[in-house]
């Protein structure tokens, strides 16, 4: 049987992620009897993404669930232990279509529930030139991307990145903006930069600010704008009760841009039989299957 190491031993930290608030996302919010229902959000997307310099049609499916987690390994717990730490897991798909292949990229965030902060987030590229992997630890003082590219000049290895106050990943803010203390019009944060890729590239935490607005068009959306070194990032929510500010389009500073289709509520991970096939969403183009 193979033996776990604790992930944090791993990378040269043994504390545990700090527990202390140090965001500003609502925790209300994340704690909401919502999350404990057994079920999960499961959503579609209409994507356009940049590729190649070209914006690409494809399609999105993000999920969020409540999970219990290892804390010293930050995976899911298998018994549910009292140590164990309840998380929100924030899944994101990406299927986009370019030319006679298909990149298939997800990227997962972890967020506590008691503290709104995101300790890991993994990443998986896969398309036919080959494969990418990251993994992002968040710490009080440090962020480590260990990865392992199929690009020569990357290859195997690790970046450590030095940190004052708690680090955001830019994958992450579809979640956390949800839960964004609508009280303040203006938040300041630490963003670590896209993890989307096939290449590591050079990957930076800079400062970025948060604004919030009504939407001015329709009562019950909520914009925001996300201004960082890169651009702007525009999202508007649903703040209707029964939608809980879910994301119903954002515009990425690069011009990428996600329209919602459709949501659904469901313990999918109990759907797996021929006939829950029936369940899919309807609007999958074929060609995202390649």
Same mark, same amino acid.
């Given at each position: 049987?193979?033996?776990?190491?604790?992930?944090?031993?791993?990378?040269?930290?043994?504390?545990?992620?700090?527990?202390?608030?140090?965001?500003?996302?609502?925790?209300?919010?994340?704690?909401?009897?919502?999350?404990?229902?057994?079920?999960?959000?499961?959503?579609?997307?209409?994507?356009?993404?940049?590729?190649?310099?070209?914006?690409?049609?494809?399609?999105?499916?993000?999920?969020?669930?409540?999970?219990?987690?290892?804390?010293?390994?930050?995976?899911?717990?298998?018994?549910?232990?009292?140590?164990?730490?309840?998380?929100?897991?924030?899944?994101?798909?990406?299927?986009?279509?370019?030319?006679?292949?298909?990149?298939?990229?997800?990227?997962?965030?972890?967020?506590?529930?008691?503290?709104?902060?995101?300790?890991?987030?993994?990443?998986?590229?896969?398309?036919?030139?080959?494969?990418?992997?990251?993994?992002?630890?968040?710490?009080?003082?440090?962020?480590?991307?260990?990865? %392992?590219?199929?690009?020569?000049?990357?290859?195997?290895?690790?970046?450590?990145?030095?940190?004052?106050?708690?680090?955001?990943?830019? %994958?992450?803010?579809?979640?956390?903006?949800?839960?964004?203390?609508?009280?303040?019009?203006?938040?300041?944060?630490?963003?670590?930069?896209?993890?989307?890729?096939?290449?590591?590239?050079?990957?930076?935490?800079?400062?970025?600010?948060?604004?919030?607005?009504?939407?001015?068009?329709?009562?019950?959306?909520?914009?925001?704008?996300?201004?960082?070194?890169?651009?702007?990032?525009?999202?508007?929510?649903?703040?209707?009760?029964?939608?809980?500010?879910?994301?119903?389009?954002?515009?990425?500073?690069?011009?990428?841009?996600?329209?919602?289709?459709?949501?659904?509520?469901?313990?999918?991970?109990?759907?797996?039989?021929?006939?829950?096939?029936?369940?899919?969403?309807?609007?999958?183009?074929?060609?995202?299957?390649?």
């Amino acid at each position: 049987m193979a033996r776990l190491v604790p992930l944090l031993a791993l990378i040269g930290f043994t504390t545990v992620f700090a527990q202390t608030k140090t965001t500003p996302f609502d925790a209300a919010w994340f704690q909401h009897s919502r999350w404990n229902d057994n079920k999960a959000e499961v959503f579609q997307y209409r994507t356009l993404e940049k590729k190649y310099d070209a914006l690409r049609s494809g399609t999105a499916t993000w999920i969020v669930v409540k999970e219990n987690h290892v804390p010293d390994y930050y995976v899911k717990s298998e018994n549910n232990a009292p140590s164990s730490v309840p998380m929100l897991k924030f899944v994101q798909i990406y299927d986009t279509p370019t030319g006679i292949y298909t990149y298939h990229q997800e990227i997962i965030s972890f967020v506590r529930q008691d503290t709104q902060t995101v300790p890991r987030s993994t990443f998986s590229s896969q398309e036919w030139c080959g494969l990418t992997f990251k993994d992002l630890i968040l710490l009080p003082t440090k962020a480590v991307l260990e990865f %392992n590219s199929y690009w020569e000049k990357e290859g195997l290895g690790s970046l450590t990145f030095e940190t004052k106050t708690p680090v955001i990943p830019y %994958n992450a803010l579809p979640l956390l903006i949800r839960a964004l203390a609508v009280g303040k019009k203006e938040f300041r944060i630490q963003l670590f930069d896209d993890l989307i890729s096939n290449k590591v590239g050079k990957p930076a935490i800079q400062e970025a600010t948060l604004s919030l607005r009504p939407n001015g068009k329709k009562k019950n959306l909520l914009d925001i704008e996300v201004k960082h070194p890169k651009g702007v990032d525009h999202f508007s929510i649903d703040t209707d009760k029964d939608k809980f500010n879910q994301v119903v389009s954002w515009k990425k500073w690069d011009g990428s841009s996600y329209e919602l289709v459709e949501m659904k509520r469901i313990d999918y991970w109990n759907r797996h039989g021929v006939e829950d096939e029936a369940l899919r969403f309807k609007s999958f183009p074929a060609d995202t299957k390649n």
